[in-house]
């Protein structure tokens, strides 16, 4: 059984920075890329970073680029998102998941329980 655990959220003001980290456990042979995803108060979870196995493909949903960066360690079984410059619109729960790298959902198999961010203006 795969586990996803997030960590790092918080509370924080706009144009500060927060990182995100995820660490994966347990059985992984399906598991290809790693991806974050959030999900704002009554809106549908969104994609906003994703990376390949090895690290040197990745990709951002438009509102999250140049500001976000989505690295990992595949040593610690780990991810993590740097946000910058953050936005009262990035105020959501984030998720981290495993599976094929793209950017949609569904190609995720195994989820974490999420983490609160909360920017504030």
Same mark, same amino acid.
């Given at each position: *059984?795969? $586990?996803?655990?997030?960590?790092?959220?918080?509370?924080?003001? %706009?144009?500060?920075?927060? /990182?995100?980290?995820?660490?994966?456990?347990?059985? #992984?042979?399906?598991?290809? +890329?790693?991806?974050?995803?959030?999900? !704002?108060p009554g809106k549908e979870r969104?994609?906003? +970073?994703?990376?390949?196995?090895?690290?040197?493909?990745?990709? =951002? !949903? @438009? @509102?999250?680029?140049? /500001?976000?960066?989505?690295? /990992?360690?595949n040593a610690k079984n780990m991810?993590?998102? *740097?946000?910058?410059?953050?936005?009262?619109? @990035?105020? %959501?729960? =984030? =998720?981290c998941a495993t599976g094929s790298?793209?950017? @949609? $959902? /569904?190609?995720? !198999?195994?989820?974490?329980?999420? #983490? *609160?961010?909360?920017?504030?203006?």
């Amino acid at each position: *059984q795969v $586990q996803v655990v997030e960590s790092g959220g918080g509370l924080v003001q %706009a144009g500060g920075s927060l /990182r995100l980290s995820c660490v994966v456990s347990g059985r #992984t042979y399906n598991t290809v +890329a790693m991806g974050w995803f959030r999900q !704002a108060p009554g809106k549908e979870r969104t994609f906003v +970073a994703g990376i390949s196995w090895g690290g040197s493909h990745s990709n =951002y !949903a @438009d @509102d999250v680029k140049g /500001r976000f960066s989505i690295t /990992r360690e595949n040593a610690k079984n780990m991810v993590y998102l *740097q946000m910058n410059s953050l936005k009262p619109e @990035d105020t %959501a729960v =984030y =998720y981290c998941a495993t599976g094929s790298f793209s950017r @949609d $959902q /569904r190609s995720y !198999a195994y989820w974490g329980q999420g #983490t *609160q961010v909360t920017v504030s203006s």
